[in-house]
C-alpha cells in the first residue's frame, strides 16, 4: 500500500470521510509534519532498518482473542520496537535522533527500544498491518500509537492484546480520571493514552475587531461572522461541538440528535454564515484574518498564536470535544512484557512532563503539571497543553458508531460539505 492509499472494501461513505481525512484533515497536515517536512519520508524509510517487516499478505478477519499471544521473548531479548507518529516525542535539540525519555527507559531497565517513526496516518497505518494481523503474524511491532476510532477498530476486531494489570501499576495509578473509561475501552483494558487532542473555538481579534467569539452558536449566528467562519471536515468534531451547543452529548446521542445537529449546519451553510469545512487550512486563514472564526483544533493554536498574538481560543460553556492517541500493544508480538514496561514508565509524573514539554499536546498524567513547571513554566500554564480543571470538567469523548451508523453519519455529513 502507497502512503495514504485508502484500502479496499470500506463502504463508499466510510472510503470518503477517510478521503477527507488523509486530503485535509489532520492526517493531512498536522502540526507534527508541519515542523518538519520530511519526517514522513525517513519514517516510512526505517522501517526495513530497524526490523520491521513490510505486510505480506491478507487474510479472512479474525477476532479469535486466543490467538492474539505469541511467546514473549522479554526475559532473553531486552528489547521494544515502537512504532509512532513522526514529531510526537521529545527530541534533543543537538541531535534529532536522540530521545532524553527513551534513553532514560533503557537507563532504568536494560530494555533497547527500535523507535520508528511510520505511523504517518491511522487509514495508511491500518493499511500496512492489517494483512498481518488479520492472518495472524507477527507485524514486527510491540507497541503503537494510534487515534481512538482506529484503535477501537482493532480493539473490536480482536488485533490487540489485553494488558497485564501487574505490569502497568503507575499507569493505572496516575492516569487522570477523564481518561479512564472511554465507550470502546471500558477500565482501559488494552490501551493507555498517549496524548489528547481538544477541539475548541478559536478567532483573531483583529478580524472581529475585539469582539470575543465564545461559542458555536456565535459561529451558526452572529451576523458579524457571516461569511468569515469555517468548520473541520472531520465529522466527529465538528457534530460534536454542534451537539454540545445544542444541549446534547456527543457521548450518548440518538440519530434524531444527529439529524439534528446537521440541519442545524445546513442552515449556517444555506444562508452562508459557514464560509467552508476545512482541514488544517484552517491556520493561514485565521492567521491573516481572512476568516474571522472557527472550530480549531488546540493543538495547532498553540504556535499560530506563537507566530500571532491576535490569536485567541474559547472553551464554549457547553463543553468541548477531546480525542486521544493511544499506546497499543498488537496481536502477536513478540516483547509485550517490555512494551507494557514502557507504557508504564511514560506515567511517572517527570517522564510525563518531558514528554509534554517536547510535543506540546495534553497530558493524561497526574501530577505531570508539576514536574512540567520545572520544565517549562509556560507550558505547564497553557491550557491547551495542561488544561484547567474547569476546562477539564467540559470534555466530551464522541461515542463510537456501529458499522452502520459510520456509514449513514459519514454519508449525510459528507453531503452536507460538498464532499
Not at 18 to 28: C, F, P
Not at 144 to 150: A, E, N, R, S, Y
Not at 272 to 287: C, H, P, V
Request: glycine letters at 6%; charged letters at 25%; hydrophobic letters at 40%.
Amino acid at each position: 500500500m502507497q502512503l495514504h492509499e485508502i484500502p479496499a472494501g470500506l463502504p463508499e461513505p466510510v472510503r470518503k470521510a477517510w478521503e477527507r481525512s488523509l486530503t485535509s484533515g489532520r492526517a493531512a497536515l498536522s502540526r507534527r509534519t508541519l515542523l518538519r517536512a520530511g519526517a514522513l519520508a525517513a519514517g516510512a524509510g526505517t522501517l526495513t532498518a530497524c526490523g520491521i517487516p513490510p505486510a505480506k499478505s491478507s487474510a479472512n478477519l479474525s477476532d479469535d482473542a486466543s490467538a492474539n499471544a505469541a511467546k514473549d521473548l522479554s526475559d532473553t531479548d531486552k528489547a521494544v520496537n515502537f512504532s509512532n507518529w513522526p514529531l510526537y516525542i521529545d527530541v534533543d535539540e543537538k541531535d534529532e535522533q536522540k530521545h532524553a525519555t527513551l534513553d532514560a527507559f533503557t537507563a532504568a531497565t536494560g530494555v533497547k527500544v527500535r523507535y520508528t517513526e511510520d505511523v504517518n496516518d491511522n487509514v495508511e497505518f491500518f493499511g500496512k498491518v492489517k494483512p498481518q494481523l488479520a492472518a495472524g503474524q507477527d507485524t514486527g511491532r510491540d507497541l503503537m500509537v494510534l487515534t481512538d476510532w482506529m484503535a477501537a477498530r482493532l480493539i473490536r476486531l480482536g488485533w490487540v492484546q489485553k494488558l497485564d494489570q501487574h505490569n502497568i501499576t503507575d499507569a493505572i495509578t496516575n492516569l487522570e480520571a477523564r481518561f479512564r473509561a472511554p465507550d470502546w475501552d471500558p477500565g482501559r483494558l488494552y490501551s493507555y493514552p498517549w496524548a489528547g487532542i481538544q477541539v475548541v473555538v478559536a478567532y483573531n481579534k483583529k478580524a472581529t475587531k475585539g469582539k470575543a467569539v465564545t461559542s458555536v452558536s456565535q459561529l451558526l449566528d452572529d451576523p458579524e461572522l457571516k461569511g468569515r467562519v469555517t468548520f473541520l471536515s472531520e465529522m466527529r468534531d465538528t457534530v460534536g461541538m454542534t451537539l454540545l451547543d445544542m444541549g446534547k452529548d456527543p457521548a450518548t446521542f440518538t440519530a434524531d440528535d444527529y439529524a439534528a445537529a446537521l440541519a442545524r449546519l445546513q442552515k449556517a451553510v444555506d444562508s452562508k454564515q459557514i464560509r467552508k469545512f476545512t482541514g488544517n487550512d484552517y491556520g493561514q486563514e485565521l492567521s491573516s484574518g481572512d476568516i474571522a472564526a472557527c472550530v480549531a483544533w488546540g493543538g495547532d493554536l498553540i504556535q499560530l498564536k506563537a507566530d500571532n498574538p491576535d490569536i485567541e481560543f474559547a472553551v464554549p460553556e457547553a463543553g468541548y470535544v477531546a480525542s486521544t492517541d493511544n499506546l497499543l500493544i498488537p496481536a502477536r508480538a513478540q516483547h509485550k512484557h517490555n512494551a507494557e514496561r514502557l507504557i508504564n514508565f511514560y506515567y511517572r509524573p517527570e517522564i510525563a512532563a518531558q514528554l509534554t514539554a517536547g510535543i506540546g499536546y495534553v497530558s493524561p498524567v497526574t501530577g505531570a503539571q508539576a514536574e512540567l513547571a520545572k520544565l517549562d513554566p509556560d507550558a505547564a500554564a497553557n491550557p491547551l497543553v495542561i488544561p484547567t480543571p474547569e476546562m477539564a470538567a467540559k470534555v466530551h469523548n464522541f461515542r463510537s458508531l456501529t458499522e452502520a451508523e459510520e456509514s449513514d453519519f459519514e454519508d449525510r455529513f459528507s453531503k452536507l460539505i460538498g464532499a
